[in-house]
């Protein structure tokens, strides 16, 4: 059963009424399952049962704290990409000996910070970032771990904006210079090579361009180890798609064959960093609509969630299914639901055929868990919305609404 369906024609997540969630704590609210976030972190690990390995939830999927709370006491380890991550994990009881730091801008104050609190792994994104770190690294007294992030140079084949592998890309450093890098990193006495890293993008659909990254990137590990770098982690990324309309993304437990076949002659401990796959389905964003408006050419819906709560689809064209919390029967007609942010592309789905919706009445936009609430913003001076956590037949509050005080909090008139 899926963690979010109807019960007598009424949307659930598992086993309370969402119209009860957006009546108590109004809207938008984003929702997530309890249920559904341990059950795909567990599906991850047994993939990889087996194999020594540590997931790596990626933080700026969802940095909920009640998230990485949870996914912490299932015995993750965290992704981070800045010091505000590092202090969010730290703050929610994660495990910083458990943290690996990516990230193309780094700075050396996060650094020492991260080090400081004993991170297991700098990913390092080019030769003057090692630089960085290494001067770090003496004045702490304390060589930090760290290990390259290269760049394969395959084609993700995802969309162009969460494409990160490819040769024009800004993330880690091309495949050529790397070995260079770490016989530059051994005579540096502030860095210690502990692994290698890549990760070529995100909503990864098919295992191919997985398979040939990594293949390449294994191949680099053996050289590296056979030139006496005493490596001992092979970090893959993260990437693994989710559905969000009819896309059909490898299981987790084709995902682990297709990383496992490609890295096993490695003999390394696999760090995964999955984000989108642990929380994206786990999610929703629940709105309610204010007004309908009929145009020669169109008719749109004005939902009360603008892109300012859920950016995907300005962004990255994305798009998210949209369910009704109250199923009735009718015909479909063809819809734009828009939000209210003045901005042209605040549309959250184009050309949708949806029964002709009525003031008030109440959806949901699916797979909203990974990059929506991370992603929101104040723009247009909206407060941001609420989070609610749902465990069974029970849910609570993980982060109120903000308040419009909020607003201008640490501003000076
Ligand atoms: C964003 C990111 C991830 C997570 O990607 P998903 O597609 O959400 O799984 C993993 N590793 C790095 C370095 C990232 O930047």
Not at 3 to 19: N, R, T
Not at 118 to 125: A, M, Q, S
Not at 389 to 409: H, N, T
Request: hydrophobic content about 40%; charged content about 25%; overall charge positive.
């Amino acid at each position: 059963m899926s963690d979010f369906d109807y019960q007598k024609g009424v949307l659930h997540a598992e086993a309370v009424p969402l119209p009860a969630i957006a009546d108590a704590v109004g809207t938008p609210t984003y929702v997530y399952s309890g249920a559904a976030l341990t059950r795909r972190f567990q599906q991850v690990t047994e993939a990889f049962a087996g194999q020594p390995h540590l997931v790596c939830y990626s933080v700026k999927a969802n940095s909920n704290v009640a998230i990485l709370r949870l996914f912490s006491q299932l015995g993750s380890g965290f992704d981070i990409v800045s010091g505000g991550e590092l202090a969010r994990v730290r703050h929610a009881g994660g495990d910083p000996r458990k943290t690996v730091f990516a990230g193309v801008g780094k700075t050396p104050d996060e650094m020492a910070q991260a080090l400081d609190a004993g991170l297991l792994l700098f990913n390092v994104e080019s030769a003057e970032e090692l630089e960085a770190l290494d001067a770090v690294g003496r004045s702490a007294g304390r060589p930090a771990p760290f290990a390259l992030r290269v760049n394969p140079d395959v084609d993700a084949r995802t969309h162009r904006y969460i494409s990160t592998g490819l040769k024009t890309s800004k993330f880690g450093v091309p495949f050529e210079e790397a070995l260079a890098l770490y016989t530059r990193a051994k005579k540096m006495k502030g860095v210690r090579a502990l692994g290698l890293d890549c990760h070529i993008g995100s909503q990864l659909t098919a295992t191919a361009p997985l398979r040939a990254a990594l293949s390449k990137v294994a191949q680099l590990y053996l050289a590296l180890q056979a030139r006496g770098h005493a490596l001992e982690y092979l970090d893959v990324g993260g990437g693994l798609g989710i559905t969000y309309a009819d896309e059909t993304p490898p299981s987790p437990a084709e995902y682990a064959r297709t990383v496992l076949d490609a890295t096993r002659a490695t003999g390394a401990t696999l760090i995964l960093e999955p984000g989108r796959s642990l929380v994206g389905n786990a999610g929703v964003l629940l709105t309610r609509v204010l007004y309908r408006k009929q145009t020669p050419e169109r008719t749109f819906v004005v939902v009360d969630a603008g892109m300012n709560d859920l950016l995907r689809p300005a962004l990255y064209e994305a798009h998210h299914a949209l369910q009704p919390l109250v199923r009735r029967r009718g015909k479909a007609v063809e819809v734009d639901v828009v939000g209210p942010v003045c901005e042209s592309t605040d549309v959250l789905a184009r050309a949708r055929p949806l029964l002709l919706p009525r003031a008030g009445e109440l959806f949901a936009f699916m797979s909203a868990g990974a990059y929506g609430m991370s992603m929101a913003s104040n723009y247009n001076s909206r407060p941001r919305p609420a989070e609610v956590l749902v465990d069974k037949a029970a849910w609570r509050v993980i982060r109120e609404r903000e308040r419009v005080e909020d607003l201008w909090r640490g501003e000076r008139a």
